[in-house]
């Protein structure tokens, strides 16, 4: 059984920031991608940023600049660095992972930019 547990949510102001964490644990192989969505009320979950198992990551275009994601391979760990925090970065965020074994989700953290 894998399962994915998120850390770091919260209430912020805007223009604050606010580190999310994700660990893998149980019976995972070859972790590929990993990845940070998130969900805001009333729309569809987006693809927030991702990384390759060679470091190499992308973003959507809201965020370039303000978020990073990184990861630490021997802790089967996604981090997802966010800075210059606004109240539309408000939502449920979700990390993801992409094994040789399987496609895994986390619970969700919920995220909250106040103006």
């Known amino acids: 059984q894998v399962q994915l547990v998120e850390s770091g949510g919260g209430l912020v102001q805007a223009g604050g920031s606010l580190r999310l964490s994700c660990a893998a644990s149980g019976r995972i192989f070859s972790i590929n991608a990993m990845a940070w969505h998130r969900q805001c009320p009333g729309k569809q979950r987006e693809l927030v940023a991702g990384i390759n198992s060679g470091g190499r990551s992308d973003y959507t275009d809201s965020v370039k600049g303000r978020f990073t994601i990184s990861r630490d391979n021997a802790k089967n760990t996604v981090y997802l660095q966010m800075n210059s925090l606004k109240p539309e970065d408000t939502a449920v965020y979700y990390c993801?992972?992409?094994?040789?074994?399987?496609?895994?989700w986390g619970q969700g953290t919920q995220v909250t930019v106040s103006s």
């Open positions: 993801s992972v992409h094994s040789s074994g399987g496609n895994y």
